[in-house]
């Protein structure tokens, strides 16, 4: 990948996380070129990685969007992070010379979806298991928009967060463990009206 397309991918990635584009939302590759002042082919190289990354869905003559899953495949998706972050707890090992930092509260300011993709990648990272830290990572991105989408459905998730990141730094696997399963669970629960709330919204971008 060129600099010119790097760059328009680092962006867009981005943006997907940030809440720019909501599910079902399309892209515009032309309009990109335009803001980036760039010409379309570098922008539709790193839209075209993002559809094998599966963060941006290719809907052939409708263009390319931002995935709307079904609840099939919201469902698989949460229970992939979360067999991904169980199998990073079991294999990843903090030196015992490692600082264990005061954990934090969350307020009710924070980004509450930023502060989750941080965590989760951080809990990826620690095993230094490179494949493990990637899979993570495009889980990560291909929730992040969902995350952001739904939060109203969802109360005490700053609480939530506070508790998985005091677990995380006490490096408390075991508490984690079990926290991180209540966590999807109560997600994989909300599927249906996930998807309701996004397919709704959807219908109101077009």
């Not at 294999?91 to 934090?104: A, D, L, S």
């Not at 928009?145 to 967060?161: N, S, V």
């Amino acid at each position: 990948m060129d600099s010119k397309s790097a760059f328009v991918y680092g962006q867009v990635r981005r943006a997907l996380q940030s809440g720019r584009y909501a599910p079902g939302q399309r892209i515009d590759p032309a309009r990109l070129a335009a803001e980036f002042n760039t010409s379309p082919t570098p922008v539709r190289f790193a839209l075209y990685r993002m559809v094998g990354e599966g963060t941006v869905a290719d809907h052939a003559r409708d263009g390319l969007h931002v995935p709307l899953l079904n609840e099939v495949a919201l469902r698989n998706l949460y229970d992939w992070m979360e067999r991904l972050l169980l199998m990073a707890c079991d294999i990843g090992e903090v030196p015992t010379f490692q600082k264990v930092e005061k954990p934090e509260s969350v307020t009710a300011d924070d980004d509450l979806v930023k502060l989750t993709w941080q965590l989760f990648d951080a809990i990826a990272r620690a095993t230094a298991h490179e494949p493990l830290h990637h899979a993570v990572k495009r889980a990560n991105d291909r929730l992040a928009p969902i995350r952001r989408a739904k939060q109203e459905l969802l109360e005490h998730t700053g609480e939530e967060l506070s508790q998985l990141s005091r677990h995380w730094l006490m490096r408390d696997m075991p508490s984690l463990k079990s926290a991180l399963r209540d966590y999807h669970e109560r997600r994989k629960q909300l599927v249906p009206c996930i998807v309701a709330l996004l397919s709704d919204r959807s219908n109101h971008l077009h």
